[in-house]
């Protein structure tokens, strides 16, 4: 089914997950660039995309959020002693998922080399801007915590398949 249930959530939302958590590991590698001195073979090859992919999680993040409205009343229901940190820690992630793109845009313009995503010329290069540099100087603390958050989120759904055992993780799969 296309649409959510409680049973479980449909393909449009498990399609949303899947894709996004493929690319937000795609962006991850970005930390390879900070291994060592220069950049890394993966920073060479894979990397040369994090902007054009940070931007289309821009638009995926504002789309999955728009269809999570839409299905709000026929989603899954949450362990009601569980509620407030579920819907935290997803909070989290949503926040951290908009902020990035936004601080990496505020961190490219504010150096003046512009933004271009997929080929495409989305902001011209320009002369420096030190507040957006200095809002774009975020942008890795915020990749740290995306990814301590997205740990969490993988054990807390392999804790509740295995340990718990209450479905969580077949829903989304």
Avoid at 42 to 70: D, Y
Avoid at 137 to 162: D, E
Wanted: no cysteine; hydrophobic share 55%.
């Amino acid at each position: 089914m296309p649409t959510d249930t409680q049973e479980g959530y449909g393909l449009v939302s498990k399609t949303f997950h899947w894709v996004m958590a493929f690319l937000v590991g795609w962006q991850f590698l970005k930390f390879f660039d900070r291994i060592g001195e220069g950049e890394h073979w993966v920073g060479q090859t894979l990397v040369s995309w994090h902007i054009s992919i940070g931007a289309l999680l821009l638009v995926m993040v504002a789309a999955r959020f728009g269809w999570a409205l839409n299905q709000r009343g026929q989603r899954p229901l949450n362990d009601p002693a569980m509620d407030f940190y579920i819907k935290a820690g997803h909070g989290l992630i949503y926040a951290t998922l908009i902020l990035l793109p936004l601080t990496g845009i505020m961190l490219m313009v504010g150096a003046g080399f512009g933004v271009t995503a997929f080929g495409v010329e989305l902001i011209a290069k320009g002369e420096k801007i030190g507040w957006a540099q200095g809002l774009g100087s975020l942008h890795s603390p915020l990749a740290w915590i995306l990814a301590a958050l997205v740990v969490g989120h993988i054990a807390m759904a392999l804790f509740h398949q295995f340990v718990r055992r209450d479905g969580t993780l077949d829903r989304m799969l």
